[in-house]
T-cell receptor
């Protein structure tokens, strides 16, 4: 069975600081990995996704994520956080069987 | 419209009432998902459609939950005899291809259901 773990329920960073949100997955085959962001009152929006190939993927809004098979991780990073990045971030894993699983999310607070 | 729409945005039901939640996916999208998001949790998969075919309903929590997409576009999630534990945000998402589990999903704003 697939599963996704986001160990950090809540993270606070200062504006301009770097950010890393952790995600660990459990899946027997090559996973299809996603990061979505949910802002207050907004729907979920895709930040980036990984299927195969280059393990460092670039997304929107300056985000990137690195797939590490040996660690079963797909951590999200951003070099310099902006106040508008405050939101809930969800890691997710999908498969060709059309099953899709989200983690429990990490809430990001940005301090001015 | 350009995006996924859901209606109503908010629904308050008395325990025992039936409710119907509507999802209008992006035109032409083959795949459609329903998720349930409890407060402070991530979305949990309920069911998946490929066109009009419901290929996976393993996430539906009980036989009180029923979903349909009769013409392969609009979908309705129906909850019969609502219970307090059904209170949640119900999200709908669509994707262009028939492999929704691997494709980008576009989410609607959700319907917040409160059961009193």
């Amino acid at each position: 069975a697939q599963s996704v773990t986001q160990p950090d329920i809540h993270i606070t960073v200062s504006e301009g600081a770097s950010l890393e949100l952790r995600c660990n997955y459990s899946y027997g085959a090559t996973p299809y990995l996603f990061w979505y962001v949910q802002s207050p009152g907004q729907g979920l929006q895709l930040l980036l996704k990984y299927f195969s190939g280059d393990t460092l993927v670039q997304g929107i809004k300056g985000f990137e994520a690195e797939f590490k098979r040996s660690q079963s991780s797909f951590n999200l990073r951003k070099p310099s956080v902006h106040w508008s990045d405050a939101a809930e971030y969800f890691c997710a894993v999908g498969n060709t069987g059309n099953q899709f699983y989200f983690g429990t999310g990490t809430s990001l607070t940005v301090i001015p | 419209g350009a995006g996924v729409s859901q209606s109503p945005r908010y629904k308050v039901a008395k325990r025992g009432q039936d409710v119907a939640l509507r999802c209008d996916p992006i035109s032409g999208h083959v795949s459609l998902f329903w998720y349930q998001q409890a407060l402070g949790q991530g979305p949990e998969f309920l069911t998946y459609f490929q066109n009009e075919a419901q290929l996976d309903k393993s996430g539906l929590p009980s036989d009180r939950f029923f979903a349909e997409r009769p013409e392969g576009s609009v979908s309705t999630l129906k909850i019969q005899r609502t219970q307090q534990e059904d209170s949640a945000v119900y999200l709908c998402a669509s994707s262009f291809t028939g492999t929704g589990g691997t494709d980008t999903q576009y989410f609607g704003p959700g319907t917040r259901l409160t059961v009193l």
